[in-house]
């Protein structure tokens, strides 16, 4: 493996002012790879998946340590709205100042809430502490959100999202650079997740309705009361039959649609197969290209830690995980940020 030292474990700061520093992001001076002059660009990555309990905080947490061991300065966003638990995969209590701060407008500046983890480097602005208030927050407060993301002064931004299909979550699996598909080896984590797909693919094209007005012939085709409901693909063509020009934006929206493909929890040979078949299921049946990024392996230590509360380090994460790790981590930061999404 390439990149600086592993981080090494530090023991978790005491905790008993519930306070935690404040993420210092020039703590790591000369790690910083970008040079002096310029641009910086922030890069978000979104990670959903539809099913709860299939890793997404896990590979969250991992892939921001990760991200770090390659000298980078990041900042893990818990936007699971509705059962934050990020600071737990860190050996953290509950900190006391959370997104809720933000949403809730305590808080002007979102880089005021990103804390220092154990890990060097590694910044968290932990999950809303009152559910109820913040887990439905309003399109503007979920821009204002996304925009102070970006704004964040580090080189990537892990957001951890909660399960289910909610526009609310996938908002910000849309609205991130890269969106990461989160499935595991079982039917109903891959069921879970092309409704997922679905869910987001309708939700982006509603900025085609706001354009062309094509809001009611979107619905009429989509209803299809009775019948099977339609996949993507046929949607842009059915669209495309009514109103030419609106189908040729439709299809630009799902060419650029681009999510990306992650299998954790991989056990035997047999599910690594699995990546490259949903891709093709997925072009096949929905007309939507996916990316693979590639998979992790299940790694019972890494599942006991958590279980013991305790913080999961590099070093606990097994030579096989780290290395499937380091793997799906060269490939993400390959990829070319796109176009801000965020408007
Ligand atoms: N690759 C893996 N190897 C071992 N345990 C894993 C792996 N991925 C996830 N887990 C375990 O599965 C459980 C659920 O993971 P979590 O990240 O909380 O799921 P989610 O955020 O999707 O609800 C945790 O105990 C986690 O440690
Ligand atoms: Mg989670």
Redesign the pocket.
């Known amino acids: 493996m390439t990149g600086p030292d592993p981080v090494s474990p530090r023991t978790p700061r005491p905790l008993g002012t519930g306070r935690f520093p404040r993420f210092q992001p020039e703590d790591r001076g000369a790690a910083l790879r970008r040079p002096e002059a310029a641009p910086r660009t922030l890069r978000s990555i979104a990670i959903g ?1 539809g ?10 947490v991992t892939l921001g340590i990760e991200l770090v061991r390659r000298g980078l300065r990041v900042v893990l966003v818990d936007c ?1 709205l509705g ?1 934050a ?1 990020l600071h737990s ?1 860190l050996g953290m209590e509950y900190p006391k100042e959370t997104l809720s701060d933000f949403v809730l407008r305590r808080v002007e500046n979102l880089s005021q809430l990103v804390i220092t983890t154990p890990v060097p480097g590694l910044g968290l602005v932990s999950g809303a502490r009152n559910a109820i208030q913040v887990a439905n927050p309003m399109h503007q407060q979920k821009l204002r959100l996304l925009r102070a993301v970006q704004k964040l002064d580090a080189d990537v931004a892990v957001l ?1 999202l909660g ?1 289910g299909t909610h526009y609310n979550v996938v908002d910000f699996f849309l609205q991130a650079h890269h969106g990461i598909l ?1 499935i ?1 080896p079982e039917p109903t984590s891959v069921e879970n997740a092309y409704r997922f797909l679905k869910a987001a693919f309708l939700r982006r094209i509603r900025s085609v309705d706001a354009s062309f007005g094509i809001r009611d012939l979107i619905q009429e085709v989509t209803r299809a009361r009775g019948q099977r409901p339609l996949v993507p693909a046929e949607i842009v063509r059915a669209v495309a039959e009514r109103d030419p020009e609106a189908g040729a934006a439709l299809e630009r929206e799902m060419a650029s649609f681009k999510p990306l493909l992650l299998v ?3 056990r035997e040979p047999k599910d690594l197969a699995l990546g490259e078949g949903m891709c093709a299921a997925s072009r096949r049946l929905f007309g939507l290209e996916l990316t693979y990024l590639g998979h ?8 006991r ?3 013991a509360h305790q913080p ?1 380090f590099f070093e606990k994460l097994g030579k096989s ?1 780290a290395l499937d790790l380091a793997a799906v981590a060269g490939r993400l930061l390959e990829l070319p940020v796109p176009k801000e999404a965020v408007p």
């Open positions: 998946g099913k709860g309990g299939i890793g997404k905080s896990l590979v969250a699971d059962g638990n995969f951890d399960a989160l595991v954790n929890q991989v992790l392996r299940h790694y019972d230590q890494v599942w830690a958590v279980r999961v995980f």
